[in-house]
């Protein structure tokens, strides 16, 4: 997912680890080396369960706390799906949730995963909950 989406905005992203203000070390899943992007990916298939939501709303306030903690704030600000019916309720939704994401100038992109590994995420999800 992450590459797909460096293709997309043609940056290279990677994991990165970062120590903000000399002590606080925080994991973010994808930045490129200039820090203009930061992401917190999630690969859920369908739409989420309420518990999922707290995930990706702490994903989202992360993004935002990190942004205001660099000296220059990155150009983007991604919270990265691979599935539209996941996404939905965060970019569309009538809860508050959708709406603080998009105040807080967090974006949610999706890419369009291959079919297998959308197939793969699909089965591991389903293994999960047995």
Do not use: C, N
């Amino acid at each position: 997912m992450m590459r797909l989406l460096g293709e997309q905005l043609g940056v290279e992203l990677a994991p990165t680890v970062m120590r903000l203000d000399g002590r606080t070390r925080v994991e973010l899943d994808g930045a490129d080396p200039a820090r203009t992007v930061l992401v917190e990916s999630w690969a859920r298939i369908g739409l989420p369960k309420p518990a999922h939501h707290k995930k990706v709303l702490t994903d989202a306030l992360k993004l935002s706390w990190v942004a205001g903690q660099l000296e220059q704030r990155p150009d983007r600000l991604v919270l990265l799906m691979g599935d539209e019916a996941a996404a939905r309720p965060f970019v569309e939704g009538s809860g508050w949730g959708a709406r603080a994401i998009a105040d807080l100038g967090v974006e949610v992109i999706v890419v369009t995963l291959p079919t297998e590994v959308k197939s793969d995420v699909a089965t591991a999800q389903r293994l999960q909950y047995r």
